[in-house]
């Protein structure tokens, strides 16, 4: 049985928490946060902590907390033998480096707090200050994931760029796509069925080979149409990606 505790009660931090409970060979000792009802996702009372001196002595400290308030909660510790670590794609090890025992948890997935995920599909990237560390998070990683993998922090500062442009970038085109519908009365849920054939076409092609639109056929009527109707914010959006487009294809701009 490992003990862990968990600071923070964001969207990460909860589903942590619904993963950790409902594991036999895990024991959630407490869950952090200044804010009472921030918890409110926590159904066990006893679970829940709004102190940091009432972690108990858990074997690990998860900090899924923002990746600007790492360091900070980090010096608020007054336990310092744990072997604490934080779950962010974009910090290094070494902001924890006061720390005796330290590493990464990183699961490469969105989350938002309503959306059940199973997290035995979700990659788990894991960096450690020493082999023994590194071996007890991998033990770890393996009781709630089916894919581990070893990556140190520049990789995995790489690895969240590349996530922030298949995830965040492009949900941020769904919502411009979502209120471009709206505004002519077409239901988003048409475009559904691409969005996934999209992802899915990424199982048997890459994606430079998978890329279609008007841009890549230079097809210039039809951008130039595209470009009337948008306004003027949402223009410069598509003329840069269409731009972008055309020139990693090899494109007449």
């Known amino acids: ?31 952090f946060s200044r804010k009472a009802g921030r918890l409110s996702f926590v159904q066990e009372n006893e679970l829940k902590s709004h102190s940091l001196e009432e972690l108990g002595d858990p074997d690990i400290i998860f900090l899924a907390v923002k990746d600007e308030a790492i360091v900070e909660v980090a010096q608020k510790l007054s336990i310092k033998n744990g072997f604490f670590v934080h779950c962010s794609g974009g ?15 990183y699961p490469l997935q969105t989350f938002s707090k309503d959306k059940r995920i199973d997290f035995r599909n979700i990659p788990i990237c894991i ?9 007890k998070l991998k033990d770890f990683a393996s009781l709630v994931s089916e894919k ?14 590349a996530a922030v442009f298949v995830n965040n970038f492009t949900n941020h085109l769904y919502t411009i796509a979502s209120d471009f519908c709206s505004e002519n009365g077409i239901p988003f ?8 054939e999209t992802v899915s076409k990424l199982d048997t092609l890459p994606p430079y080979s998978a890329q279609t639109g008007p841009a890549i056929r230079n097809d210039k009527k039809t951008i130039m149409a595209h470009m009337e109707m948008l306004n003027e914010e949402h223009k ?13 294809h090899g494109k007449e701009l």
């Open 236 to 248: 410069k959006i598509y003329k840069l990606l269409t731009a972008s487009i055309q020139k990693i």
């Open 148 to 161: 581990v993998f070893e990556v140190d922090s520049e990789k995995r500062r790489a690895l969240h760029l």
């Open 91 to 105: 910090n290094e090890l070494k902001v924890l480096s006061e720390f005796e025992n330290h590493g990464v948890f």
């Open 127 to 135: 960096e450690a200050n020493s082999e023994e560390n590194l071996q």
């Open 189 to 196: 849920d048409i475009l559904k069925p691409l969005m996934k």
């Open 1 to 31: 049985m490992i003990r862990v505790s968990i600071i923070g009660a964001g969207n990460l931090a909860s589903h942590l928490y619904r993963t950790f409970i409902h594991n036999d060979e895990i024991q959630l000792e407490k869950i």
